[in-house]
C-alpha cells in the first residue's frame, strides 16, 4: 500500500498524509523492540515524517534506534521546550545544547522540523520578551541553528486557537501543528488556524485527532450514569447524535474520526499514535479508504455545529478523564 504525499507548505518536503506520532514509543508505553517493530511498520507503509519531543520521554533514543540506517528521505521533526529541566525557555545556550542532544539521540545530523514547543501558552513556557511582537531569544537561536545547517525549517506545535493564529501571522514559522482542535467534535483551528495558515502559506499538521481517546470509542457509560459537573448536556446530546450516526453509515468511530481530518485539503498531515505494528495497519487502511463522502462531511457538520465551542470547565481530553472517574472533580447526578 503506498502512502499518499502532499507538499508540506512552504518547506518544499513531500510528506506522508499521515504521520508518526512518537509519545507512545516511549519506555512508559511501550517494550524497546516492539516500539522500533512499530517504528519499522510505519516505514513499511511509506510513512515520512516522524514526530517527537524531549518531553515524551525517551522517545527521541527510540526513535533513533529505529531509524539507523535508514535512507530514504525522513521529516524526522522534535521540539524545543523543557529540557533541561528546570528549563529556561530564554537560555539561549541551554536551547541550543537541547537541540545537539536531539541531534545525538535521533542519529541525525540535521533535524528537518524543528518546533517550538507550547508557544501560545505563557504560564507553561515563556518564551517571548513580548508576545505581540513575537521577540525572544529563541527566534535568535533558531536561525542561527539554520544557519549552521542543523536545523531546515522551524514550525510551531501549541493547544490553543487565537494565540496560536497570532504566531502563524507573525509570518516567523513554516509549519503549524495544531493539537486538540480540529477533529469530529472541536473545531476551533478551522476558524482561525487554518485561516492564518493559508494567509502564510505554511504546512498544516493536526495533532490528536481522537482527541487521546475522546474518539476512539463511544462512552455510553459515562454518558448515561454519573457525570463529571463540567460535562454539559449539550455535549451529551452531541455525542449521542454522533454515535448514532456512526452506528448508520458502519463506519467505526475512530476510522471516521481520522478520515473526517484528512478530509480537510489544508490538513497536509495528521500525527497518529500508534503502540503497536497493528494500530499502525489499522490506521493506514483508514487512510486508504480516503475522505469521507461529502453527505457524511455535511451531517458531522450538523453535529459540530450543535455545540461550536468548548464549555467552561470541560478539559481537552475528555477520553482520560472518562477513564478515571476519581478524577471527575465533582459529580452531577444522572
Not at 512508559?28 to 510505519?42: D, K, L, N, P, S
Not at 487521546?212 to 457525570?227: A, C, I, W
Amino acid at each position: 500500500m503506498v502512502m499518499d504525499k502532499v507538499i508540506l507548505g512552504r518547506t518544499g518536503h513531500s510528506v506522508s498524509r499521515l504521520g508518526f506520532g512518537g509519545l507512545f514509543v516511549a519506555s512508559f508505553a511501550a517494550e524497546r523492540q516492539a516500539a522500533i517493530r512499530t517504528v519499522h511498520r510505519a516505514l513499511e507503509h511509506g510513512i515520512n515524517y516522524f514526530d517527537t519531543a524531549p518531553t515524551y520521554g525517551d522517545s527521541e533514543e527510540v526513535l533513533g534506534a529505529a531509524l539507523v540506517g535508514r535512507s530514504e528521505p525522513l521529516i524526522v521533526s522534535t521540539k524545543l521546550g523543557g529540557r533541561p529541566n528546570p528549563f529556561d525557555p530564554k537560555d539561549a545556550k541551554a536551547l541550543v545544547a537541547s537541540v545537539r542532544t536531539s541531534l545525538k539521540l535521533l542519529g541525525r545530523e540535521r533535524i528537518e522540523l524543528l518546533m517550538i514547543h507550547e508557544p501560545d501558552r505563557p504560564q507553561q513556557y515563556a518564551w517571548w520578551d513580548d508576545f505581540n511582537a513575537v521577540t525572544g531569544p529563541v527566534l535568535e537561536v533558531v536561525e542561527r541553528l539554520k544557519g549552521e545547517g542543523l536545523v531546515g525549517h522551524v514550525g510551531i506545535g501549541g493547544t490553543t486557537t487565537t494565540e496560536l493564529a497570532h504566531l502563524v501571522r507573525s509570518g516567523r514559522f513554516d509549519v503549524v501543528l495544531t493539537a486538540f482542535q480540529y477533529n469530529l467534535l472541536w473545531r476551533e483551528a478551522a476558524d482561525e488556524i487554518f485561516v492564518a495558515a493559508r494567509e502564510q502559506g505554511i504546512g498544516v499538521v493536526a495533532g490528536s485527532p481522537l482527541q487521546q481517546g475522546t474518539l476512539s470509542r463511544r462512552y455510553d457509560e459515562v454518558l448515561s450514569g454519573p457525570k463529571p459537573w463540567w460535562l454539559s448536556q449539550r455535549r451529551i446530546d452531541q455525542m449521542l447524535k454522533l454515535y448514532r450516526l456512526v452506528e448508520e453509515s458502519g463506519i467505526p468511530l475512530p476510522e471516521m474520526a481520522l478520515r473526517f481530518v484528512l478530509s480537510n485539503p489544508v490538513v497536509h498531515s495528521v500525527l497518529m499514535g500508534a503502540r503497536s505494528a497493528a494500530e499502525v495497519d489499522a490506521n493506514v487502511a483508514a487512510v486508504a479508504k480516503g475522505p469521507l463522502p461529502a453527505a457524511l462531511l455535511a451531517r458531522l457538520d450538523e453535529i459540530a455545529a450543535m455545540l461550536p465551542q468548548r464549555p467552561y470547565g470541560e478539559p481537552i481530553a475528555l477520553g482520560w478523564v472518562f477513564g478515571a472517574p476519581q478524577n471527575y472533580r465533582g459529580m452531577a447526578s444522572a
